[in-house]
Structure formats: structure tokens, C-alpha cells
């Protein structure tokens, strides 16, 4: 079992900034891959940006690209996510999670943290 726990949401103007925090605990040796992934109001989940665990690739969605930065604290085994310029189409709950393979569904789920980006 892994178990994922987020913080670092909250609501900041559009240009700003937050990171969040991704807490990993359990058997994170056995993770793969982490990803972010996001749910606005009334729209699907998507996913904004996964990394391979080891550090080896790091995939951006577009509509995040040159904006979001995913990182590791490996000894902290968390996992970060800088999010700058926000945009107000930003707003979302925002979600990490942590799969045991490089491919097909994620496996461990985090509660989530909302973030809000005021116009």
C-alpha cells in the first residue's frame, strides 16, 4: 500500500504562485510513476503532468507547459508541483497520484487540495 497525502492548495491572484506538496508513505519503493492530475466544476479529470519516480521523464499537459514544474525531494519522498503564472482557468481541485507501472491506471489516490485563482 502506498498512501499519498497533498497540501499546499489555497487561493491566490492570476500571475501568482503556490507549490504543492505530495507526502508519499508505504511501500513508495515499489511506486513507478507519480502524477498530478486536476477536476475543475463541471469538467472531467485531466492530467497535468506525471514523473517517472526514478526521476527519468517528465511529461507536461500543454495547457500547463513553461508554467508548472514537477519535482522530488527524495529524501522526504515528496513530490512537488511549482505552479506559476497561475490562470483562472487554473482552478481546480488538484489531485497526486502514484501507480506501479509505466502504463494504465493509477493505483493510489490522494484526497486532493483546491486550489482557486481569482480573476
Known amino acids: 500500500q502506498v498512501q499519498l497525502v497533498e497540501s499546499g492548495g489555497g487561493l491566490v491572484q492570476a500571475g501568482g504562485s503556490l507549490r504543492l506538496s505530495c507526502a508519499a508513505s508505504?511501500?513508495?519503493?515499489?511506486?513507478?510513476?507519480v502524477g498530478w492530475f486536476r477536476q475543475a466544476p463541471g469538467k472531467e479529470r485531466e492530467i497535468v503532468t506525471d514523473?517517472?519516480?526514478?526521476?527519468?521523464?517528465?511529461n507536461y499537459a500543454d495547457s500547463v507547459k513553461g508554467r508548472f514544474t514537477i519535482s522530488r525531494d527524495y529524501a522526504k519522498n515528496t513530490v512537488y508541483l511549482q505552479m506559476n503564472s497561475l490562470k483562472p482557468e487554473d482552478t481546480a481541485v488538484y489531485y497526486c497520484a502514484a501507480r506501479m507501472r509505466a502504463v494504465g491506471m493509477y493505483d493510489y489516490w490522494g484526497q486532493g487540495t483546491q486550489v482557486t485563482v481569482s480573476s
Open positions: 508505504g511501500r513508495t519503493f515499489s511506486i513507478y510513476d
Open positions: 514523473y517517472t519516480w526514478s526521476g527519468g521523464r517528465t
